[in-house]
DNA sequence: TCAGCCGTAGTGGTCCGACCACTCTGGTGG
DNA sequence: CCACCAGAGTGGTCGGACCACTACGGCTGA
């Protein structure tokens, strides 16, 4: 059961493009069962060891899922499942580079909350307007962090674009923000961001688009630039 | 050299955690290398296999770079080693996905692209030209493709955010477009990228973020929209 | 003296076989 | 009829062996 392999690569390479191919030809559906490790080992022409790393690789991009004593299973494909990765990227990054995501951050926020101004029902403004009224009514930076993000994670949802969404998501990990926060809320920047919050509650509420890019390219905007600063220092 | 292990989730999860934080920390320094994994397996008590599997987990992210016969090495952490596997999910994604997926693209490749025309220099404007032409010049398929892909990275660079452009490269991968220019090539629609793509030059060279803005987005909307018309059918 | 070759130690890559931890199912006993 | 439970099957972990490749240093020959 194998044809001519090719030779390139590692043997573990080999079979993460194939299980990929797979996929991409629809021999695999989402959530479909694989075969067992050493089924598909033996298939491959490849021991376990190989196989599992070829698998555990697929799983940690969000293409596969392994279910201890169950088996392996394809994933649904969705937005969130393979875009998770996404958020190591902002744990990992650094100096200029931060500040660039920040800005693709405020492209895509930014024009995702012109487009939930445009499209956000009763009920998503309400769930929106509930992390609003959570995050002012206390003031434990952990908790107030939990409802900026799900604020913005509302807003992000209500545009109807679920994988900017993720990548939002992803870019807005609750670790990269704790740890630019950290310094951020020191400079009495709370008072500023509720205010910020505020007019972009406002725009939603009045279905204006054009508003609500303003207000969230000036929101994520104040943070780029204050970690501008703080990169030249 | 053990710290009263959490114990949860799997050996190998663990292990990938203990890596990225140790990168986070800063105790890792890009470029450096790391103990074997003999070594890295044994700090962590673990057995090698399952050190194996975390180590490729952090390869196949871009985290991490495994030499036979060398060593392993953190990568410059760059966004081109932490973005490749964005072009997985472009591989992956099917029927509304793809629309979403190009969606987010039209709203980068329009912000790039404005940015680019405000600061792209002779040099680069040089380069973006000389695709323009080669595109022009053959009828092959495949070597339009090759310069089109190139013309808008040429671009995306010279907006000078290498993260968008990194973004950017993945949701234009090779296989995502040939996938989607499959079909849309056989609707007569060289000649209308033709004068879209001479539209965005235009632009470039009149240094107007605005024309370049609407150009790009028009040019990423043709395709979103055909996209969409063949889903519904 | 020095350039180039080559042996070798050390590294990642692969394979094997065993056992553990967990899930699921089908039969059994109440 | 239901609840329980034992067993088969699955992924998870381990240890060791060997292969493929790299890098380095000593050796050889000019």
Chains 1, 2 share one sequence.
């Not at 021991?47 to 392996?72: D, K, Y």
Request: net charge negative; charged share 25%.
């Amino acid at each position: 059961m194998d044809e001519s392999a090719p030779q390139k690569g590692t043997v573990t390479q080999r079979a993460i493009e194939r299980i990929k191919a797979m996929i991409g030809e629809g021999r695999l559906e989402p959530g479909q069962r694989l075969p067992t490790e050493r089924d598909l080992a033996a298939q491959l022409g490849m021991s376990r060891s190989s196989m599992r790393e070829a698998i555990r690789a697929l799983t940690v991009l969000g293409v596969l899922e392994a279910r201890h004593g169950s088996g392996i299973y394809v994933t649904q494909l969705e937005a969130g499942d393979l875009l998770e990765t996404f958020g190591v990227v902002a744990d990992l990054s650094r100096g200029p580079q931060l500040v660039e995501l920040l800005e693709v951050r405020r492209i895509l926020e930014s024009t995702a909350t012109a487009l939930a101004a445009a499209r956000i029902t009763a009920d998503q403004l309400a769930e929106v307007e509930k992390h609003l009224l959570a995050m002012n009514a206390t003031d434990d930076p952990e908790e107030i962090l939990a409802h900026d993000l799900a604020f913005h994670r509302e807003i992000a949802a209500a545009a109807g674009n679920e994988t900017m969404a993720a990548i939002l998501e992803g870019l807005s990990s609750r670790t990269f923000r704790a740890r630019v926060w950290r310094g951020y809320e020191e400079e009495g920047a709370f008072e500023r961001t509720r205010r910020e919050h505020a007019a972009i509650h406002r725009a939603l509420v009045a279905h204006d688009p054009e508003a609500a890019r303003a207000a969230a390219a000036a929101h994520v905007g104040e943070v780029e630039q204050w970690l501008r600063t703080q990169l030249t220092q």
